[in-house]
């Protein structure tokens, strides 16, 4: 048999099997099944019952599209979706005008997606181990925005109606005005700032955290059972970072990657160095419990320069607040008691209308607290978290 003959007898073969199989699903039935029952076991055990039914009816729909293989068929109840993936009985509460603002939201949310900030924010998010998906987490912003911009124009509408009905045309510039900087606040600032607080949580916890690591190493246990141990262990916020690069390892990543994954994620200068020294040492090769220890004392160091740092800070505030607190009181007194004595023409001999009571009640009531206030807050900030 020449090849010729043998290539139009196997071409023949592969018909007869493609005209069999036209009326047959190419789809495994069994593995579909398997696949369903799998994820619904998977959302049972997180579900307390009450979406049961919703749940049942997604894996029946989804059950659908695989076995026919009509995507068009898929519904996702984005609602739903919203309230699942919410703990707050104030989300789930505003989630329902989500509806109504459809398409004004999902454009919105695309503009986000699209631009630069949208990496950003997705950064955060990642980084704040917050546990929600981009979108879901930009949808939700975007709702409480339009809901407090809603509130706060509703505020000037009735007070510009009783003051002045012609600043009534200055509420869409404050509606859009509050609605844009809502969004950056909740959508792109609050996430940045969990995010850097948790890095300072971080920095606390790491001297403790790097001389267990170095003490367990020294005793012949190995870096995956250490990563364990810190894991297990109450370090706060470090433990449960610590937790999420185990998981990484168990799922099949590399021990150095995800060690990179964790210092890429982490706001904390002081974590990122010790990973990146670990990292280092098992690729170079060394005393990986010697280099840990050796990074311990460095974040100790630091950490003490900034505690001497703040308290050379404090000595500067401390003459402030007694110039504040003290002399400026006592003197604005002693000015507002010779400027209103019953003496001389209308009863004002220094500084007449000036130091009048409004004024001297402005600047106790209003102006002092403010300062005392912002002094408190700046302190709160530079305060290092040792």
Request: charged share 20%; aromatic share 10%; net charge positive.
């Amino acid at each position: 048999m020449s090849d010729t003959d043998k290539l139009s007898l196997l071409k023949k073969e592969l018909a007869k099997k493609s005209d069999k199989g036209k009326d047959k699903s190419d789809v495994d039935l069994d593995a579909v099944q398997n696949i369903v029952s799998k994820l619904k076991k998977k959302d049972g055990a997180k579900s307390d019952g009450s979406g049961y039914a919703v749940v049942e009816g997604n894996l029946k729909e989804l059950r659908e599209i695989i076995a026919e293989g009509k995507l068009s068929k898929l519904n996702i109840d984005t609602e739903t979706k919203l309230v699942d993936s919410s703990d707050s009985k104030l989300e789930k509460l505003l989630i329902k005008i989500y509806k109504p603002f459809q398409n004004v939201i999902t454009g919105i949310v695309k503009l986000i997606i699209k631009n630069q900030i949208g990496r950003k924010i997705a950064y955060y998010i990642y980084s704040a181990n917050i546990k929600r998906s981009l979108v879901q987490h930009l949808v939700l912003s975007v709702i409480f925005s339009i809901v407090i911009s809603f509130i706060v124009s509703l505020g000037f509408f009735l007070f510009f109606t009783f003051v002045s009905p012609l600043f009534l045309i200055t509420l869409p510039f404050i509606f859009f005005g509050m609605l844009v900087l809502l969004i950056i606040i909740f959508a792109y600032i609050v996430p940045m700032q969990k995010a850097k607080r948790i890095g300072v949580m971080i920095d606390t916890e790491l001297p403790y955290a790097l001389r267990h690591i170095s003490t367990e190493l020294q005793a012949g246990i190995g870096l995956y059972n250490v990563l364990q141990s810190i894991a297990k262990n109450d370090y706060g916020v470090l433990s449960d970072d610590m937790n999420r690069t185990v998981l990484e390892i168990e799922n099949g990543t590399d021990t150095k990657t995800a060690l990179r994954h964790a210092a890429l994620r982490s706001q904390s200068q002081n974590y990122n160095i010790a990973l990146f020294h670990i990292v280092r040492t098992l690729n170079t090769g060394g005393n990986l419990a010697q280099t840990i220890n050796g990074v311990a004392e460095s974040v100790s160091f630091d950490l003490m320069e900034e505690a001497k740092a703040f308290g050379e800070k404090m000595n500067f505030f401390g003459i402030i607040f007694i110039f504040v607190a003290i002399v400026l009181p006592v003197f604005a007194v002693i000015l507002g008691a010779i400027a209103n004595a019953p003496l001389g023409t209308d009863g004002a001999l220094f500084l007449p209308g000036v130091m009048s009571p409004t004024t001297l009640s402005l600047l106790f009531l209003v102006a002092m607290p403010i300062v005392f206030i912002f002094i408190i807050y700046y302190i709160k900030i530079i305060e290092p978290k040792v």
